[in-house]
T-cell receptor, first 113, second 112 residues
C-alpha cells in the first residue's frame, strides 16, 4: 500500500546531540514537508521541498536542516542549535498536480533530556 | 501574519448529538482543508473546500465554506465515539498550496 512512513516513532536524546528523523514516501509525490506540532500552537512549517535537490525554509527553520537527494526521502536533522527541540514532528507529502491534499506520516516524538 | 481561529477549543458531547466546529480567517482563502488527528498520531484528510458557498459531505460529516471564503464549518450529525479526536483546519492564504496556515485544533470527546 502507498503511504508515508516516519521513523522512529519515539526518540530520546541528550542536549547537544544532533538527531535525524526519517521520512519516506512511496506515493510518487513531488512535494514533501516537515512540520512541528506543540501543545497550544498550530502546525508550524519547518522546511519544504517541491522537487529533488531543492528545498525552502519554512517559518521556523532555525536549528534544523534537511536534504532531498531522492524523491522518496526527506530526512530532517534537529541540530544542537535548536533551542527547544522537544516536540512532535510531522512529515507530509503532496501531489502537486492534484488538489493539494497533504498526506501525513504518523509522526515522531522527540524528547531532549 | 494571517491566522486561522478555530472554535470551540474543546467539545464534549453525548453520543448521538450533533455538533459544529468553526474555522475563521480575517482574509479570503484560496482553499480550506479539514483534517482529523488522534492524539500522538498523524493527520487524516477529511475534506477540501475551494469555492465560495461550497459544501461537501462524507458519511456523517459535512463541511461548508462561506461565500466570502473566510469561514468554514464542520458539522457532525449523530456523533459516535469513533468521531472523537482533534479536528484541525488548514488554509491556503496565497493560492500556491504550499505554505498552509493552521488552526489550533478542536478536541472532541464523545461520551457513549
Amino acid at each position: 500500500d502507498g503511504g508515508i512512513t516516519q521513523s522512529p516513532k519515539y526518540l530520546f536524546r541528550k542536549e547537544g546531540q544532533n538527531v535525524t528523523l526519517s521520512c519516506e514516501q512511496n506515493l510518487n509525490h513531488d512535494a514533501m514537508y516537515w512540520y512541528r506540532q506543540d501543545p497550544g500552537q498550530g502546525l508550524r512549517l519547518i522546511y519544504y521541498s517541491q522537487i529533488v535537490n531543492d528545498f525552502q525554509k519554512g517559518d521556523i527553520a532555525e536549528g534544523y536542516s534537511v536534504s532531498r537527494e531522492k524523491k522518496e526521502s526527506f530526512p530532517l536533522t534537529v541540530t544542537s542549535a535548536q533551542k527547544n527541540p522537544t516536540a512532535f514532528y510531522l512529515c507530509a507529502s503532496q501531489d502537486s498536480a492534484n488538489t493539494g491534499e497533504l498526506f501525513f506520516g504518523e509522526g515522531s516524538r522527540l524528547t531532549v533530556l | 501574519s494571517q491566522e486561522l481561529e478555530q472554535s470551540p477549543q474543546s467539545l464534549i458531547v453525548q453520543e448521538g448529538k450533533n455538533l459544529t466546529i468553526n474555522c475563521t480567517s480575517s482574509k479570503t482563502l484560496y482553499g480550506l482543508y479539514w483534517y482529523k488527528q488522534k492524539y500522538g498520531e498523524g493527520l487524516i484528510f477529511l475534506m477540501m473546500l475551494q469555492k465560495g458557498g461550497e459544501e461537501k459531505s462524507h458519511e456523517k460529516i459535512t463541511a461548508k465554506l462561506d461565500e466570502k471564503k473566510q469561514q468554514s464549518s464542520l458539522h457532525i450529525t449523530a456523533s459516535q465515539p469513533s468521531h472523537a479526536g482533534i479536528y484541525l483546519c488548514g488554509a491556503d492564504p496565497s493560492g500556491n498550496n504550499r505554505k498552509l496556515i493552521w488552526g489550533l485544533g478542536t478536541s472532541l470527546a464523545v461520551n457513549p
